[in-house]
């Protein structure tokens, strides 16, 4: 039995019977074997004034009926652990005072074999120290018995009755205390192994409903998010990779296109889990209502709008911390006829990749969308894209993941040369390497965070486009 004790009295290891609480009431147990202590050395005392043992009767007067009486008193405080301490060691002081005295032949010396058994029933800890603890109580035991069969008793009745008498009980007593002892034992076994088993299928069951629950969460949340075709209709090509933590996912992307101008976002809320995805569905929909009120206007502005009413939001939520509550987010205005495109980001960057490899990086504000102490504006950078150029947004839980052999992140600069390496690859194998490459890099350690990377490639023909804007208005 692996049983968690309380240690309030005695910093030492447990050596007693312990059972569970809600087990035939374990405080009346623990009385009725105070009680019945008392009782047993009430007899002694009898007997012994009867022989004229003045030793033993002292022993039992001012010892061990003072000490179950201590015992009965800390059972009625329900300090079960000290009284199970506390009457195994009246238990073995009296029986080495009263073997010592008394001799072998009296039988009390089999009283000793007690902390052996329990320590072998009860002990919390792995089986091969329950044998090695007995088998020391065992071992001492046997080096004291064999030490006392020269020892002369100070008090003995050689042939007597009362002798004979006093080995009887002692032996059926301590029989009938063994077979309690290992009754109780084999009764909270069972009980606790129904228990446990009750629980686990209690727990599978919940698992199961909790797994249900999350896994539709996840379905509505994907239903959510707008489809990736907005985004392939107006480019060349695009790719989104993703994966949550638990199932649902605090990063999110969200796209709306109008007359050649398209809009796509991502956001990494606080939190994952189910926790991120609430936060997610509500900056979703939060979004949409800005863009819907100001039209596809410059990015700073909407994230500007977002963030008051990502705070308004959280602040009529009484139980949500505006100073910890919100998101990072980067946000792109993509003009597919002249080939601009206006970014502003809350601490996530912009990375363009032109057809030479060489990576530029827009940087973000360094602020969230949420409440923050040094709030200012968002800012927009607007830059000129050539053809083929290719666009990556990403969200942090990618460069954040841990290597299991030597703890060691991820970080953004391995992210960056990993994707300056296969820049040149198509969509659909860049997706594919850096799936793999962050499992690679996990080597079976549990993912940390969510991630998601968006890449959307500049359409082919646009350079021309813009040149014919030019050369017309240049007859004009």
């Known amino acids: 039995m692996n049983l968690s004790l309380p240690q309030k009295w005695l910093n030492i290891e447990p050596l007693f019977p312990y059972v569970s609480r809600e087990y035939l009431d374990y405080g009346k147990i623990m009385k009725a074997s105070c009680v019945l202590g008392a009782v047993v050395h009430l007899c002694f005392v009898l007997v012994f004034s009867i022989f004229d043992v003045r030793e033993m009767v002292m022993v039992n007067v001012f010892f061990s009926l003072p000490a179950y009486a201590v015992g009965y008193y800390f059972s009625h405080r329900k300090r079960f652990d000290f009284v199970a301490y506390w009457i195994l060691c009246e238990v073995i002081a009296h029986a080495g005072f009263a073997t010592y005295y008394l001799g072998l032949d009296a039988g009390f010396h089999f009283y000793l074999l007690l902390p052996g058994v329990m320590s072998f029933l009860y002990y919390r800890h ?227 990749v032109n057809k030479e490899g060489e990576l530029m990086e827009v940087k973000a504000d360094r602020q969230p969308i949420g409440h923050f102490v040094q709030e200012k504006p968002f800012s927009a950078k607007t830059i000129q894209l050539n053809e083929g150029d290719r666009l990556y947004l990403f969200t942090d839980g990618y460069c954040d993941q841990i290597r299991e052999s030597d703890q060691q992140k991820m970080k953004i600069h391995r992210f960056r040369a990993k994707l300056l390496n296969i820049a040149q690859e198509p969509f659909d194998v860049q997706e594919r390497i850096l799936a793999q490459y962050f499992k690679d890099w996990q080597e079976g350690e549990d993912q940390l965070d969510d991630y998601l990377i968006l890449g959307i490639e500049v359409p082919v023909g646009v350079q021309k486009h813009i040149f014919e804007q030019q050369e017309q208005f240049s007859v004009q």
């Not at 911390?321 to 990072?328: K, Q, R």
């Open 126 to 352: 792995p089986i091969y120290e329950r044998v090695l603890i007995s088998f020391c109580f065992f071992i001492v035991y046997a080096f004291g018995y064999v030490h006392m069969g020269d020892h002369v008793p100070a008090w003995s009745l050689v042939d007597s009755w009362v002798v004979k008498a006093i080995y009887l009980f002692n032996i059926s007593f301590l029989a009938g205390s063994c077979c309690m002892i290992v009754y109780v034992f084999v009764q909270e076994y069972l009980r606790m192994e129904t228990t446990i088993i009750n629980s686990n299928k209690a727990l599978k069951a919940q698992q199961d409903r909790i797994s249900k629950s999350i896994n539709y969460a996840h379905r509505i949340q994907q239903a959510v998010m707008p489809s990736l075709d907005i985004v392939k209709r107006e480019v060349t090509d695009c790719f989104l990779l993703g994966q949550a933590c638990n199932v649902v996912s605090g990063d999110w992307y969200w796209a709306k296109e109008q007359d050649g101008k398209l809009l796509v976002m991502i956001g990494d809320c606080t939190g994952h889990g189910v926790p991120g995805a609430f936060m997610s569905m509500l900056a979703i929909k939060l979004l949409e209502r800005v863009v819907d009120d100001l039209g596809f206007v410059s990015p700073d502005r909407i994230l500007n709008e977002l963030r008051k009413a990502m705070k308004q939001a959280l602040r009529e939520g009484k139980q949500l911390d505006v100073g910890h509550d919100g998101m990072d987010g980067a946000l792109i205005l993509l003009n597919t006829k002249t080939a601009q495109v206006q970014f502003a980001g809350a601490y996530n960057p912009l990375w363009i």
